[in-house]
């Protein structure tokens, strides 16, 4: 690659990770600002404890997300399909975190209720994440995918069954489990794959 082709795609990622970043810093925004919401007024909306870990996990992830797409600079070539996919992933990620908190809730309507209402779009876009996901796994090449391992295939197959389950059922121990251990798993994956992004 010439000085100038290294120098055009660097400026080109640029322009796509400033797009990444808006979407990303919405979606922050977005959870930190129903966050406080909650902290100001903690009696205007019972809150629930499930529903405030997936607010966790989508926070962990969205940060997830903004560090480890940044194994997008090395990629060679850049299309406008590639740019679209990444982003539509990106966008994903933002409507996932606007169905976690609602711009309002009704009079005397709590976060549990809120909850298992908006369980099927959740988890139905969760599991469509996961599935998205392996899409922006392969495009960062194949010695990217393999030095994740098999345990990525598993991990993500396990979070597409275990939404799914989730869209289907209003066990609350089930909703639980599944949100403490999601989040704890998403807390070891970051730390043992992405400490330090080569």
């Given amino acids: 690659m010439h000085a100038a082709d290294s120098a055009s795609h660097a400026n080109l990622y640029i322009h796509v990770r400033i797009l990444l970043g808006m979407v990303v810093g919405l979606g922050l925004t ?8 909650i902290i100001e007024r903690p009696r205007a909306h019972a809150v629930y404890a499930v529903h405030l870990l997936w607010a966790g996990f989508m926070f962990v992830y969205l940060l997830h997300f903004w560090w480890w797409q940044f194994s997008l600079s090395h990629q060679a070539y850049w299309s406008f ?23 309002s809730l009704a009079e005397g309507v709590g976060y549990r209720e809120y909850y298992y209402g908006r369980r099927r779009w959740f988890f139905g876009l969760l599991a469509l994440m996961f599935v998205v996901d392996v899409g922006d796994t392969l495009i960062k090449g194949t010695a990217y995918v393999q030095q994740l391992g098999p345990e990525y295939w598993v991990r993500n197959t396990v979070f597409v069954l275990a939404s799914l389950v989730a869209v289907a059922t209003r ?10 251990a999601a989040l704890l798993y998403e807390l070891s994956w970051i730390w043992r794959r992405y400490e330090i992004l080569a």
Avoid at 30 to 37: D, G, I, M, N, S
Avoid at 171 to 180: D, E, L, S
């Fill in 30 to 37: 977005h959870l930190l600002r129903h966050a406080a919401r």
């Fill in 81 to 103: 399909n590639l740019y679209l996919y990444v982003t539509l992933y990106a966008l994903l990620l933002y409507l996932l975190c606007a169905l976690v908190f609602p711009e």
């Fill in 171 to 180: 066990n609350p121990r089930y909703h639980g489990m599944f949100a403490v």
